[in-house]
T-cell receptor, first 115, second 115 residues
Framework: SQKIEQNSEALNIQEGKTATLTCNYT??????LQWYRQDPGRGPVFLLL?????KEKRKERLKVTFDTTLKQSLFHITASQPADSATYLC??????????????FGQGTTLQVKP | DAGVIQSPRHEVTEMGQEVTLRCKPI?????LFWYRQTMMRGLELLIY????????DSGMPEDRFSAKMPNASFSTLKIQPSEPRDSAVYFC?????????????FGEGSRLTVL
């Protein structure tokens, strides 16, 4: 079955720097991948969706890349701010069939941006 | 729209008691998902519905868990009898389309503690 690996160690960076979070997956390459943000005590909030034919996607200060050869997605936050501190989850379908409607989530990486 | 609404936000109960968690999805969303989140296992999909019909319940841990969606605006997740290992945050999410084309909207979760 598909396995998602996100760095379990918290990422601490200084305000203004670029944060880069990694999502690695095993087995098959998914047709798409999503990134979510989760604040303590809250539900995850969708950030970006990237499909297999898209190498890169941007939204304001966020950038996501999708490398199907490396089986990896990178999530970048440029000019990071303390308000960006949260846990970031990547999610993708559990099988090569993209129409199941299911998403499996990584454990998430906690980002701490220090002022 | 008020978003996905879950109740109760917190529930503390004793082992053996019945627990019922409730969810009101966003109006017009055809898909409803129940997830469970723990520190050890992360965010796990339990079951999902499409147009009120359960599509995949393979994530439901055992017969003690059941979920229903009697109409498009209401779903319940029931645990009977509850056990301490059921302690977790239970999230309900809804989406307009299947996950490969759109985002999931999560509720704020129901934190369950079984003593």
């Amino acid at each position: 079955s598909q396995k998602i690996e996100q760095n379990s160690e918290a990422l601490n960076i200084q305000e203004g720097k670029t944060a880069t979070l990694t999502c690695n997956y095993t087995n098959y390459s998914p047709a798409y991948l999503q990134w979510y943000r989760q604040d303590p005590g809250r539900g995850p909030v969708f950030l970006l969706l990237i499909r297999e034919n898209e190498k890169e996607k941007r939204k304001e200060r966020l950038k996501v890349t999708f490398d199907t050869t490396l089986k990896q997605s990178l999530f970048h936050i440029t000019a990071s701010q303390p308000a960006d501190s949260a846990t970031y989850l990547c999610a993708l379908p559990p099988s090569s069939s993209s129409n199941t409607g299911k998403l499996i989530f990584g454990q998430g990486t906690t980002l701490q941006v220090k002022p | 729209d008020a978003g996905v609404i879950q109740s109760p936000r917190h529930e503390v109960t004793e082992m053996g008691q019945e627990v019922t968690l409730r969810c009101k999805p966003i109006s017009g969303h055809d898909y409803l998902f129940w997830y469970r989140q723990t520190m050890m296992r992360g965010l796990e999909l339990l079951i999902y519905f499409n147009n009120n019909v359960p599509i995949d319940d393979s994530g439901m841990p055992e017969d003690r868990f059941s979920a229903k969606m009697p109409n498009a605006s209401f779903s319940t997740l029931k645990i009977q009898p509850s056990e301490p290992r059921d302690s977790a945050v239970y999230f309900c999410a809804s989406s307009l389309t299947e996950a490969y084309t759109g985002e999931l909207f999560f509720g704020e979760g129901s934190r369950l503690t079984v003593l």
